[in-house]
Every structure is written in C-alpha cells, then in structure tokens.
C-alpha cells in the first residue's frame, strides 16, 4: 500500500463495523454504535482509535482495515484481541484468625479477594517467608452477578515453638 492515496479506514469489533474515516467524504468519520463501545470521536483519527469508559463489554477481536485509492483499492488488514483486567476494588481480606495462639493450637484462616478479572492470585506469608503448599488450602473461584470473580486460599496449621519469633510473634500476611 506504500504510495497509494487513503481511500478510507475502517474498524471492526468481533466482525461488525463500529468505526469509519473516508478523507473524501463529509462528514470523513462515521461512528456506529455498539453495546459496551464508546468511541471518543474527538481524539480518534485516522491513525488511531480512542475508546473511552472501558468495560468489561469493551473486550473482543478488534480489526483494522486500511484501503488505499483507485486504482487498486489495495487493502492491508490487521486484527488482534482486546482483554480487559478489572483489579480488585480493596486488598485482599484476612478472615478466621485469632489475635494469640499458643503451641499446639491450630490456625485456621482464609483469606479473600474481591471483584476482579481475572481472578485474583493470592499468597499466604508466615514470619515474612511464602507459606508452602502443604498448609494451604484452595477453594473455588465464585463469580458474582457482574461476572467478576472472588478468590479465596486458605491457611491452616499447627502452632509449634518454631513459629514464633524470637519477640514471641507470629506473623501471617496474604497478598493479592
């Protein structure tokens, strides 16, 4: 297409045309609506798209497709898939755990992660070290109504002498 004169450029979410730019007509750029796309008509150009208010919806197989002039109306396309990621509105919450243990008690706590997508990863930290496979227990992911999902790993172990710091504590952490 090198040389060839712009003819028009067009975009196209999952197969159907949202956006148009013909230099020759007028007006050149024509916007057509779709659920969970909003085109910002003021900073898109022929060169690029700007979407604003992007949601979940907002995900798909995007196209481009360049058309030069006659008269060989050459025509140069590209796709590619757009995933939107939604992180967690809050850090992740520690549920279960008790403020002292003592030796031989057993700590018991989960802890959960909130609307995201994709699901959050979560980590469970004992005295600043990843806790190992061994005590954690998986659950299920759940997916609310929204389609935004809640992880949640759990922790559980027996306290024993060489949990505890030389200060006497016992730290856990969960990271999302």
């Known amino acids: ?5 712009l003819y028009s450029v067009k ?4 197969g159907k045309e ?3 730019h013909i ?6 750029t024509a916007v057509f609506r779709q659920p969970g796309l909003i085109v910002d008509e003021y900073k898109s150009t022929e060169t690029r798209i700007v979407l604003r208010s992007v949601q979940l919806a907002t995900a798909g197989t995007y196209q481009c497709e360049v058309s030069g002039e006659a008269p060989l109306f050459q025509t140069a396309k590209n796709m590619n898939h ?3 990621v939604d992180l967690p509105d809050d850090g992740p919450i520690i549920s279960g755990s008790l ?3 003592n030796t031989k008690d057993i700590l018991s706590a989960n802890c959960s992660s909130s609307n995201s997508l994709p699901a959050a990863t979560l980590n469970w930290y004992i005295n600043g070290e990843e806790a190992t496979d061994a005590v954690l227990i998986q ?3 759940q997916e609310n109504h929204k389609g935004l999902l809640k992880s949640t790993l759990g922790l559980r172990l027996e306290i024993k002498d060489k949990l505890f710091a030389k200060t006497g504590d016992l730290k856990i952490k969960c990271t999302a």
Do not use: C, H
Not at 1 to 5: N, Y
């Open 18 to 20: 949202f956006y148009r």
């Open 82 to 84: 757009l995933k939107i």
């Open 11 to 14: 975009w196209y979410r999952n």
């Open 139 to 141: 659950y299920p992911v």
């Open 23 to 28: 230099p020759s007509e007028n007006p050149s």
């Open 1 to 5: 297409m090198e040389g060839d004169k």
């Open 99 to 101: 403020p002292r243990y």
